[in-house]
């Protein structure tokens, strides 16, 4: 079954600090892989995606994430956290016809 | 442009009540869909439209009626919806129908629904 895993519930990390956020993929053939953020009582909004080439993706607002096959991980990542970014990111895969599936989430704390 | 746009914002309903929320785009996407999310989970799929036909239903119950008046549209018709079924109800599009799941979508900001 396709699958994407988000292992965090939470990741608190220091304003100035480089964060992470994790997800791994189980997928039969190419993975098609997204990182998205959340603010409460909003939308999703869409950061970046791999679907094929360059290991390493730039996204919106300074993201990044990088895509390791050995590994089946597609961590996001940004040099610098600001407070701002504090919100709730989901992982996604997409599949099939137009059919996306989700992770469970993990909720992003930026302390000043 | 990127926007998908969503009325109302919030919605409360009883549950012998007949209601519809509305969705629209004007990117010329060809792929619309209905997500419901309950509080801190990943939103679920309940509804794909591709050109405007409905091509996916995820098992959802018939209290729940989409409908897609043109490429641009997409209507959620509820109907004697229960307590559970309270949550954030997001609208949103993607580019392209094709195969893998390549296309990034984008999403509308959502129909708080309270079902009392």
């Known amino acids: 079954a396709q699958s994407v895993a988000q292992p965090e519930d939470q990741v608190n990390v220091a304003e100035g600090n480089p964060l992470t956020v994790k997800c791994t993929y189980s997928?039969?053939?190419?993975?098609?892989l997204f990182w998205y953020v959340q603010y409460p009582n909003r939308g999703l909004q869409f950061l970046l995606k791999y679907i094929t080439g360059d290991n390493l993706v730039k996204g919106s607002y300074g993201f990044e994430a990088e895509f390791n096959k050995s590994q089946t991980s597609f961590h996001l990542k940004k040099p610098s956290a600001l407070v701002s970014d504090s919100a709730l990111y989901f992982c996604?895969?997409?599949?099939?016809?137009?059919?996306?599936?989700f992770g469970s989430g993990t909720k992003l704390n930026v302390k000043p | 442009d990127t926007e998908v746009t969503q009325t109302p914002k919030h919605l409360v309903m009883g549950m012998t009540n007949k209601k519809s929320l509305k969705c629209e785009q004007h990117?010329?996407?060809?792929?619309m869909y209905w997500y419901k999310q309950k509080a801190k989970k990943p939103p679920e799929l309940m509804f794909v439209y591709s050109y405007e036909k409905l091509s996916i239903n995820e098992s959802v119950p018939s209290r729940f009626s989409p409908e897609c008046p043109n490429s641009s549209l997409l209507n959620l018709h509820l109907h004697a919806l229960q307590p559970e079924d309270s949550a954030l109800y997001l609208c949103a599009s993607s580019q392209g129908v094709g195969q893998g799941g390549s296309y990034e979508q984008y999403f509308g900001p959502g129909t708080r629904l309270t079902v009392t």
């Open positions: 996604a895969g997409g599949y099939g016809f137009n059919k996306f599936y």
């Open positions: 990117m010329g996407h060809r792929a």
């Open positions: 997928v039969s053939g190419n993975p098609y």
